[in-house]
């Protein structure tokens, strides 16, 4: 049977468009999919209708919307009064303060225990007394000071004196696992409190012989008591303590615990006499 050759031309070529045309339409359609696809998951991403006009800012919107405290929050006019500004600033520096006194793990890693404590200390305008010396180590008038600035074996430091800078207790925790600690003065810190006091009890239990309170009004009875832990404490100054409860009863108690302490700053054997008790 003979084929008419336009016939088989036509039909040939008729069958290539088709196919051409299937796997055109068929990869245009997955194009299609993937694309509404990805703007569906877009749209329900951040919840924004087709039909509504939406600014910019609507892509960085969370997608269950904002919350009724936070619209209510921003629409609330700013407050640029003295006492809010003042305000804002002192919380400003509070958050300063705390990271400024925050523990650094790479710190210790880097110069040990010992020296990380002491450039703490001294950086901030404290001294310290390393061990086997006799003179105190600060900064001077240019903000410069003698310390090593590696790793240095044999050097502990043996004093710190803290009461030219407020410090806290992240900064306790900087000056930590010191071994041969003998003398601390945190004096004049309004930081200083029971958290604090419980820490310091904690950290030198075995190696503290002096410890200055004095002026640090944030320390309660509770915080008193722990003093008894640290038993080799020989002198113990708690001038401007006077608002603690019982602080009389508690240094009678603390003397009895240990003996051979010197408690200064208090007249906690002062009784009163007859007259007074008759009054």
């Not at 087709?50 to 006019?77: C, D």
């Not at 007394?129 to 003179?135: D, F, I, P, V, Y």
């Not at 006091?197 to 004095?214: K, V």
């Not at 038993?231 to 113990?236: A, E, R, V």
Request: glycine content about 6%.
């Amino acid at each position: 049977m003979s084929v008419n050759p336009i016939r088989h031309h036509l039909m040939k070529n008729a069958s290539k468009i088709t196919r051409s045309n299937f796997r055109r339409n068929i990869y245009t359609s997955v194009i299609d999919m993937k694309e509404k696809e990805k703007w569906t998951q877009h749209e329900e991403k951040w919840d924004r209708p087709k039909e509504e006009w939406n600014s910019f800012f609507h892509y960085f919107a969370p997608k269950k919307g904002i919350s009724v405290e936070v619209i209510r929050t921003l629409q609330m006019p700013i407050d640029f009064s003295p006492k809010k500004v003042k305000k804002w600033y002192e919380n400003l520096k509070e958050r300063k303060a705390i990271i400024d006194q925050r523990y650094i793990e790479e710190r210790v890693t880097a110069v040990g225990c010992e020296l990380a404590a002491a450039h703490f200390i001294v950086h901030r305008g404290g001294k310290i007394l390393k061990r086997g010396s006799s003179e105190w180590i600060e900064r001077d008038e240019d903000m410069e000071y003698d310390l090593p600035r590696h790793f240095t074996p044999g050097f502990y430091v043996e004093c710190i004196d803290a009461s030219g800078f407020q410090l806290r207790y992240e900064g306790l925790e900087t000056i930590g696992n010191l071994e041969y600690l003998k003398w601390l003065d945190v004096s004049n810190s309004e930081y200083i409190d029971d958290w604090c006091i419980d820490r310091i009890c904690g950290q030198y239990a075995n190696t503290l012989e002096y410890l200055n309170l004095s002026n640090c009004t944030g320390i309660s009875e509770r915080g008193f008591s722990a003093l008894a832990r640290l038993k080799k404490l020989k002198t113990l100054d708690v001038s401007g303590l006077d608002s603690i409860d019982n602080v009389k009863f508690l240094c009678v108690l603390l003397e009895d615990v240990i003996p051979d302490i010197n408690i200064i700053g208090i007249d906690y054997m002062e009784f009163p006499t007859l007259e007074e008790k008759q009054i």
